[in-house]
C-alpha cells in the first residue's frame, strides 16, 4: 500500500481515517510522522515519505506527531 504514491497522498490531502494503520506519512522537512488522517495542513508532495508502520518510520529518525500521536493504536484516545 505504502508503495501507492499517488493514491497515499490522496488519502493524507483528505485526512481520509480508513487508511489509519495501513501506512504512515513521514514528513522530510520536519522529521515528523503523521496518521494519513492527521488535522494539520497536508504536507507538499515533495517533502513527503510513505513507510508501511510508525516502528519503521522511527527507525530511519522520524519523530511522532504530537497531534495525531501515531505511535499510538489507530482509533484509541490517548
Known sequence: MHDDFERCYRAVQSKDARFDGWFVVAVLTTGVYCRPSCPVRPPFARNVR?????????????????????????????
Open 50 to 78: 510513505f513507510l508501511p508502520t510508525a516502528a519503521a518510520a522511527q527507525g530511519e529518525g522520524f519523530r511522532a506527531c504530537k497531534r495525531c500521536r501515531p505511535d499510538a493504536s489507530p482509533g484509541s484516545p490517548e
